[in-house]
């Protein structure tokens, strides 16, 4: 190539370049330009990116009825095809048009549970870019949702007294209570196995000794839906007679009597030589104070009404349900009842205890209780048939 050729031939290049130049410098002048579209998606997080050749104008934003949602570019000429965008599920379609002249603006048909997030700007060497998180409530929705409780057996821990070493009160013809109150649980136990919808577990079916505790742990172990502790109750007062049913009180006993007895009946770990240990005890009150009062309700309404089937058959001691600190009661979450069937120390009333038809009709009265209990406070989840 010659001087002149060369100088000719850089000439032309310099024209040549200014030639496909002029066009693209034209263009800045006039504004941006959307290169392309890329779509992203993993789990519930999605994201639109648009490839623009300078740092973009733009407004986001959402329609209603269908959802779409509204990209608008200012001073923006669209340069994409939109061919290879890949919809992955996010939009049905996408449409652009030029608004007010020179609005490049894109409408993406959103689906059904597809969200507009938030739009953050990137700048690269080359180009810029707009990102458009999306969010998929679908996915997101996996989290667990507040479903209506299953529809189950209820589950009743039939809880008789002392048993073992522990006789519990005697009568005075020698008549225990550990006995007496065991031959009423397995005769509740069988009226509820023949009902629907129940499922019984009972701390102890034979004469062995299980401290208090041990009796909560098999409430809990079971996820007991009742708890039912039953005894026969004792006075100096031979003639007292009567029947009564207990609730657990975290303030004290509501009477004298309830507090004497709560005292009794918490004994039973001491009979068998284990004392509550101190350290359960803080833990349960800590419990107690959290949860008790919800159960505390539940159990007051199991009680009334066990009390109000206890009194169609027998003289009920107490006509309001009694509250005392009762170690077996402390569930803070399942509500609890301690029964005393009768006064084993009245002779008549230990007379009628140890008869297969007063026992009967005590385990009629508790079964009804406890069957018109969880039919009237829990019968969201059972499968009792009234
Ligand atoms: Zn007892």
């Known amino acids: 190539m010659t001087n002149h050729n060369r100088r000719t031939f850089i000439r032309r290049l310099i024209l040549a ?19 392309e579209i890329r779509s992203y ?42 061919k290879s965008l890949n919809k992955l599920g996010l ?15 894109l409408v993406f048909d959103l689906e059904n549970h597809i969200a507009f997030s ?3 700007v990137h700048k690269n060497t080359h180009n810029d870019e707009l990102r458009i998180e999306l969010t998929d409530s679908v996915v997101v929705q996996h989290k667990p949702v507040a479903r209506k409780p299953e529809k189950r057996d209820i589950l009743v821990v039939i809880d008789p007294g002392h048993g073992g070493k522990d006789p519990g009160a005697t009568g005075k013809h020698g008549t225990h209570e550990k006995d007496v109150v065991l031959s009423i649980g397995r005769m509740l136990r069988q009226k509820l196995d023949r009902s629907h919808g129940f ?8 004469d062995v000794f299980i401290p208090l505790r041990e009796r909560v742990i098999i409430a809990h172990k079971y996820k ?63 419990l107690l104070d959290l949860s008790q009062t919800g159960t505390l309700q539940a159990s007051t309404d199991l009680a009334n009404t066990v ?56 385990a009629d009265a508790l079964h009804d209780g406890i069957k018109r209990y969880c039919l009237e406070s829990i019968p969201e989840r059972n499968l009792i048939i009234s």
């Open 224 to 286: 007991a839906d009742v708890f039912v502790s039953v005894h026969a109750d004792a006075c100096d007062d031979r003639t007292v007679k009567g029947s009564s049913v207990y609730i657990l009180s975290n303030k004290g006993a509501t009477s004298v009597m309830a507090r004497r007895l709560a005292n009794r009946e918490n004994n039973s770990d001491l009979i068998g030589g284990v004392s509550l240990n101190t350290k359960d005890n803080m833990l349960a009150k800590v």
């Open 41 to 82: 998606r993993n789990g519930s997080k999605a994201q639109l990116t648009l490839k623009l050749s300078q740092t973009p104008n733009y407004k986001v934003f959402t329609l209603k009825n269908p959802d779409r949602l509204v990209v608008d570019l200012h001073q923006t000429k669209n340069a994409y095809g939109f």
């Open 118 to 120: 938030t739009t953050s």
């Open 91 to 105: 939009f049905k379609e996408v449409r652009w048009a030029m608004h007010h002249g020179d609005t490049l603006r």
């Open 17 to 35: 370049s200014c030639a496909t130049l002029l066009p693209v410098s034209a263009f800045a002048v006039q504004g941006n330009e959307l290169e």
């Open 307 to 362: 009390i109000s089937n206890l009194a169609k058959t027998e003289k009920i001691l107490h006509k309001r349900v009694e509250r005392a600190a009762f170690a077996v009661l402390k569930s803070p979450d399942i509500p609890s009842a301690l029964v005393e069937t009768a006064f084993i120390s009245n002779p008549r009333e230990e007379k009628k205890l140890r008869t297969k038809a007063f026992q009967n009709k005590i």
């Open 199 to 206: 499922k019984v577990v009972m701390t102890r079916d034979k």
